[in-house]
C-alpha cells in the first residue's frame, strides 16, 4: 500500500519560504496517480491546497495560495513538493500529503484520496 511521509514544516517568519516534501515510501503505482497537499488549521477542517497530476504537467491550488505556492512532483514520481513563498500567519496549520488513483479534478472535488500522510506542522510568526 501506498505509505505517504512528510517533511519540510518548521516556524519561520511572515513573509519567508518552506519547501515541504512528501514521500511515498510503499508501493509505487504505475501510473495515473495524483498527490496533492492539504492543510487543517486549529479550530478548522481540512481544507484543499493544490494538487498535481501523474505527469507533473497539470497542477491545481486554492485561490488563497495561487502565486505563493508551487506544487511539484519529483521525476521518480513517487514524491510531491510543496514550495511555499511569502508565507503569512494565516498559512499556520498541519500540513498533510494525499495521494490517489485517478484524475486529480475528480479526486479534489470527491475528496476520495487513497493515502494520507501524518502531517507536518507548518507555523508563521507575524
Known amino acids: 500500500q501506498v505509505q505517504l511521509v512528510e517533511s519540510g514544516g518548521g516556524l519561520v517568519q511572515a513573509g519567508g519560504s518552506l519547501r515541504l516534501s512528501c514521500v511515498n515510501s510503499?508501493?509505487?503505482?504505475?501510473?495515473?496517480?495524483?498527490m496533492g497537499w492539504y492543510r487543517q488549521a486549529p479550530g478548522k477542517g481540512r481544507e484543499f491546497v493544490a494538487a498535481?497530476?501523474?505527469?507533473?504537467?497539470?497542477?491545481y491550488y486554492a485561490d488563497s495560495v495561487k502565486g505563493r505556492f508551487t506544487i511539484s512532483r519529483g521525476s521518480a514520481k513517487n514524491t510531491a513538493y510543496l514550495q511555499m513563498n511569502n508565507l503569512r500567519p494565516e498559512d499556520t496549520a498541519i500540513y498533510y500529503c494525499?495521494?490517489?488513483?485517478?484524475?486529480?479534478?475528480?479526486?479534489?472535488?470527491?475528496?476520495?484520496?487513497?493515502?494520507w500522510g501524518q502531517g507536518t506542522q507548518v507555523t508563521v510568526s507575524s
Open positions: 494525499a495521494a490517489a488513483q485517478g484524475d486529480p479534478v475528480a479526486v479534489i472535488t470527491s475528496m476520495q484520496w487513497d493515502a
Open positions: 498535481v497530476s501523474w505527469s507533473g504537467g497539470s497542477t
Open positions: 510503499g508501493r509505487r503505482p504505475s501510473s495515473n496517480y495524483a
